[in-house]
T-cell receptor, first 111, second 114 residues
Framework: QKEVEQDPGPLSVPEGAIVSLNCTYSNSAFQYFMWYRQYSRKGPELLMYTYSSGNKEDGRFTAQVDKSSKYISLFIRDSQPSDSATYLCAMRPQGAQKLVFGQGTRLTINP | KAGVTQTPRYLIKTRGQQVTLSCSPISGHRSVSWYQQTPGQGLQFLFEYFSETQRNKGNFPGRFSGRQFSNSRSEMNVSTLELGDSALYLC?????????????FGSGTRLTVV
């Protein structure tokens, strides 16, 4: 079983919809949680960064961390065709250097 | 502000050869990490360098090695290439060791082994 599980999709939604992306993890030591967006032929781009539990909002994006359930989410409001990309969750424990990534979810927003 | 620069963007090599990939981090960033991305395994950590020293290493064979120079630029070397080494190799830089505020990735080097 992988340390971080993420549904690879693909996920296709109409423009303007609310998108919910999720990851579950097994390592209770994870403290730092990130969401990256990766466009085709590009490297991952950091979208959201959260330490420990709680919510964080940045424009149309909201990241949630529920450490008791070992579950993290990314919500995208008013989705746009330009949001079409692969979304990767990543996390690491306190003091560790390497990030552990989910498989990534391929998202398509249809105009 | 220039981002993370990786060269070359694409490479085709033959089984058994060796290859060297280059990464120039964001100016001022001292930590450089390398990741391998494949459709089957996703993103996997190779190693991290900080101040010219390897600080952490992933579960890859010794054929994978790297180094960091005094200007923080980093190179990754893969010797005796195998077909399974075909992947996108990503370099990420961070201001501090461990990327406490997230890493900035380059666009990667697409390596194809034939």
């Amino acid at each position: 079983q992988k340390e971080v599980e993420q549904d690879p999709g693909p996920l296709s939604v109409p423009e303007g919809a609310i998108v919910s992306l999720n990851c579950t993890y097994s390592n209770s030591a994870f403290q730092y949680f990130m969401w990256y967006r990766q466009y085709s032929r590009k490297g991952p781009e950091l979208l959201m960064y959260t330490y420990s539990s709680g919510n964080k909002e940045d424009g149309r994006f909201t990241a949630q961390v529920d450490k008791s359930s070992k579950y993290i989410s990314l919500f995208i409001r008013d989705s746009q065709p330009s949001d079409s990309a692969t979304y990767l969750c990543a996390m690491r424990p306190q003091g560790a250097q390497k990030l552990v990534f989910g498989q990534g979810t391929r998202l398509t927003i249809n105009p | 502000k220039a981002g993370v620069t990786q060269t070359p963007r694409y490479l085709i090599k033959t089984r058994g050869q060796q290859v060297t990939l280059s990464c120039s981090p964001i100016s001022g960033h001292r930590s450089v990490s390398w990741y391998q991305q494949t459709p089957g395994q996703g993103l996997q950590f190779l190693f991290e360098y900080f101040s010219e020293t390897q600080r952490n290493k992933g579960n890859f064979p010794g054929r994978f090695s790297g180094r960091q120079f005094s200007n923080s630029r980093s190179e990754m070397n893969v010797s005796t290439l195998e077909l399974g080494d075909s992947a996108l190799y990503l370099c990420a830089s961070s201001l501090v060791q461990g990327g406490n505020y997230g890493y900035t990735f380059g666009s990667g080097t697409r390596l194809t082994v034939v």
